[in-house]
Every structure is written in C-alpha cells, then in structure tokens.
C-alpha cells in the first residue's frame, strides 16, 4: 500500500469515528476534506510568517552580503513562503478527494495557478532587486535600466497569464499563442505606447541620450527639471516647481530636447547676458579721464600700455596730438570693455580654462549691446544665479567712472509722441478757426 492511500484510509477513518455512515463519495466528505485542506495550508503559512519570517530576517541582518537586504525588502523570502501552501495543496488535493467530479481538478488547478503568480512576484523582487542594485552603482549614472526591467516584468506577466490560461482550458500555450495572431493588428494598437516606448527605451540607453538625474528642457510640454524615472511608456520629471510631469518616453527621441548634462559634467556653467549702453554716451578719452582710469587697479597697467602704444604711433606718423582729425584715441566704451576683461579675468569664481570674453553686438533700438560671455565654476543653480548677479551689479555701478549711460526707456519719453500729434492738432484747428 502506498503512502497516499495509507494517508487517505487513515483521514477517512478518522471522520468515520464521528460520522461513521459517511463515504468518499459523499459531499460532506469532500467539504470537510476540502476545508482541512486549506486549514493545514494556512496554519503553515501562518507559522511561516510567525516564526521563520523573522528568523530570515535575524540571518539577513547577520550577513555582510547586501543583496539579502534588498531580496528581504522587496518581499522576495515573503513570496517564497506562499509556495509552502500552494505546494501543500497541489500534494494533498489527488490524496484525500477522489477524481470523480470537478472538484479535485480545480483544486489543483488553483494551486497551480496560485504557484504561478507567487514565482511571478517572487521574480518581480529580484528584478527590483536588480534595479535597486544598479542604481546603487556608478553604472546607472551611463545609463538606466528601468525601461528594460518593466520589460522583462510584463514578459514574465505575458507568459504566467499564458500558462494560466493554458492550465484552465487544458490546451497547450502554443496554441494560445497561435490564436493570438490574429488579433496582432488590435494588440498593437492597444499597446502602441509600450511599444514605442520599449523602442525609444533601447534608442536612449543605446545612444546614452538621458537617464535619471538629468536637467532637462521641453518647451512643447512646459518641461524643465530632473528626470526622477525613465519607465517603458512614461518618463517623470520633478520640474524646479516641485511639480511632476510625465511625458510620453518616445517624446524624448522623437521631440527637441535640451539636455543639460553637458553642463552639469562640464567645468563650469554659462553666462551669456549683454548690458544695452546708451550710444549718447560714448566718447573719446581726454587726458582727465585717462588720468582718472590709470587708477582703477584692473586696467592700470592697460592705460599706460595703450597711451605709450599712442605715443608711439603719432610719432612714427608725424601726427600732432592737438590735431583731432588725425589722431589717435581710446574711447570710454573700450576701455571699460577692457576693464570687464580684466575684471572677469581675476574674478575667483569664473573658470579660466574655459571661454571668457566681452564682446559688441550690432547696435538696435535699445543702445549698444555690450555681452559678457564666461562661465561660472559654481554650476548650482543658486550659486550661479549669485555669482551672475554680483557681476553685473558691479560693472553697473562702475559705468558712470566711465561716463557711461545704460539705455532705459523712459515712460514719459515713450508718451511724447502722442503729445507732439495732440500739439499739431491744436496749432492746426487755431488756424482754421484764424
């Protein structure tokens, strides 16, 4: 006699002590089997998180290895535990019921499927666990690997849902599979978004395009913050706002991104801003300016250099410095565009080893652009912002040393227009009237 059938005669012995008429074949017996079935499964679940949980826990905590911690949070020893009384269940269902009616292929059918899902999550924790582990990793910081974990997730649900479905109507999953070609044209449309973004997802970790961490820019969709997660349909980005928006992962290959880890892993952080110099302003240097300049400690050394430069120039050429015509000067705007040189060049918190300079642009309707172009060492925001502040604070308050105007448009200036048509209107109506 096997063990099985041992097991089964001494249950149904056990229940005929205290129902002695009842048969294998009766409802009630296969009601109390059933429910002792799951008793048993759930007291051994039940001791399983009561007593070797915590013990897992205790051996987790004892290891120098930190994969352990990261499978015990993500669940993945929970997950194993409830194989315990789906096992449980698998065994003991064809042991104490007959396979007579539905009842016992259910059952087993259940715990099947129940096996199934518990593997799928306990798979799913390794796979956050994995992710957990690479973002850990100076490795994430190349590229992000989030995209392709959601895909190895919804193969693994694709394929338990799959064999679920095979287990219910007893057919194979090819032919599930089979069958599911015809209606291809509809799944791709349902889940076009996943496969763009499954596509885009290779583009962007192929390529290196983004990954989390990275400023980026959309002007289409009001975008400007850090990429907080690349996902396989949605990307989120945490704007300077606080606010969170996510787009569609295939608008990162597909729409004009500016992405500012150039200059997050670059030296420094740009500034590019002009100051508009009224063009009223501008003149020749006489001596009492020149005079005056040499003692500004930045272009000392640049005045007396030019002057001789001059001097020498007029000399070789004959020419009179009293004769206006013919002469040469330096004029205020120049050496105040040598003086922001020198400025920026001494300046602690302008990166050298990087592009500075001062340059014209063409003149327009609001004065005589003057543009710093340098780059901040400090690339934080805030800091930079402070840095860039402080600059132009002082080459603004060192503009009249210069005897040089910012342009500013003026209210009642802008108004006199109006004024001077309301003025010949007037002129214009008294002389009819005359």
Same mark, same amino acid.
Request: hydrophobic share 50%; proline share 3%; glycine share 4%.
């Given at each position: 006699m096997s063990i099985a059938s041992s097991v089964k005669n001494e249950f149904v012995t056990s229940i005929q002590m205290l129902l002695p008429s009842i048969t294998t074949e009766d409802t009630l017996y296969n009601v109390i089997a059933v429910s002792t079935i799951l008793a048993v499964a759930f007291i051994v679940l039940m001791t399983c998180r009561?007593?070797?949980?915590?013990?897992?826990?205790?051996?987790?905590?004892?290891? &120098?290895?930190?994969?352990?911690?990261?499978?015990?949070?993500?669940?993945?020893? $929970?997950?194993? @535990?409830?194989?315990?009384?789906?096992?449980?269940?698998? %065994?003991?269902?064809?042991?104490? %019921?007959?396979?007579?009616?539905?009842?016992?292929?259910?059952? %087993?059918? !259940?715990?099947?499927?129940?096996?199934?899902?518990?593997?799928?999550?306990?798979?799913?924790? %390794?796979?956050?666990?994995?992710?957990? &582990?690479?973002? +850990? =990793?100076?490795? =994430?910081? $190349? *590229?992000?690997?989030?995209?392709?974990?959601?895909?190895?997730?919804?193969?693994? !649900?694709? @394929?338990?849902?799959?064999?679920?479905?095979?287990l219910i109507i007893e057919k194979s999953p090819l032919i599930i599979v089979s069958g599911l070609t015809a209606l291809a044209a509809v799944l791709i449309l349902v889940f076009k978004d996943t496969i763009m973004g499954f596509v885009a997802g290779i583009q962007i970790a192929a390529n290196r395009m983004f990954n989390t961490g990275d400023w980026i820019q959309m002007d289409k969709f009001g975008v400007d913050g850090e990429i907080m997660e690349l996902g396989l349909t949605n990307v989120k980005v945490q704007n300077w706002d606080k606010t969170i928006s996510t787009i569609p992962s295939y608008s990162l290959v597909n729409e004009a991104v500016k992405n500012w880890r150039g200059m997050q892993l670059s030296g420094g952080r740009r500034i590019k801003r002009a100051i508009h110099i009224d063009m009223h302003s501008v003149k020749l240097c006489d001596q009492e300016m020149l005079k005056r300049f040499s003692q500004i400690r930045y272009i000392s050394e640049y005045i007396d250099d030019k002057v001789n430069e001059l001097r020498v120039y007029h000399k070789d050429y004959s020419i009179d410095e009293s004769d206006l015509l013919n002469t040469r000067k330096l004029t205020n705007i120049g050496t105040f565009r040598a003086y922001i040189e020198a400025y920026l060049n001494k300046h602690p918190k302008i990166n050298q080893s990087l592009t500075v300079m001062v340059r014209q642009l063409p003149p327009n309707e609001v004065g005589l652009p003057l543009e710093i172009y340098c780059f901040s060492a400090e690339k934080a925001w805030v +800091?930079? +912002?402070?840095?860039?502040?402080?600059?132009?604070?002082?080459?603004? !308050? @060192?503009?009249?040393?210069?005897?040089?105007?910012?342009?500013?448009?003026? *209210?009642?200036?802008?108004?006199?227009? =109006?004024?001077?048509?309301?003025?010949?209107?007037?002129?214009?109506? &008294?002389? +009819?009237s005359d």
């Open positions: 009561v007593i070797l949980r915590p013990q897992i826990g205790k051996w987790v905590e004892h290891t &120098k290895n930190t994969w352990d911690d990261a499978l015990f949070a993500h669940g993945f020893f $929970r997950q194993l @535990m409830h194989l315990i009384p789906a096992v449980i269940i698998f %065994i003991s269902t064809p042991v104490l %019921i007959d396979d007579i009616g539905i009842l016992q292929g259910f059952l %087993i059918k !259940a715990a099947q499927i129940y096996m199934l899902f518990t593997t799928l999550l306990a798979l799913y924790a %390794i796979l956050n666990t994995l992710e957990d &582990k690479y973002n +850990e =990793s100076h490795l =994430s910081q $190349r *590229a992000s690997i989030t995209g392709f974990i959601q895909v190895a997730k919804l193969f693994l !649900a694709i @394929m338990v849902l799959l064999f679920s479905i095979s +800091e930079y +912002e402070k840095i860039q502040a402080n600059i132009f604070d002082h080459l603004l !308050a @060192m503009m009249p040393l210069f005897d040089l105007r910012v342009f500013q448009r003026d *209210a009642h200036l802008m108004a006199v227009p =109006s004024s001077n048509v309301q003025l010949e209107q007037n002129i214009k109506a &008294k002389g +009819e």
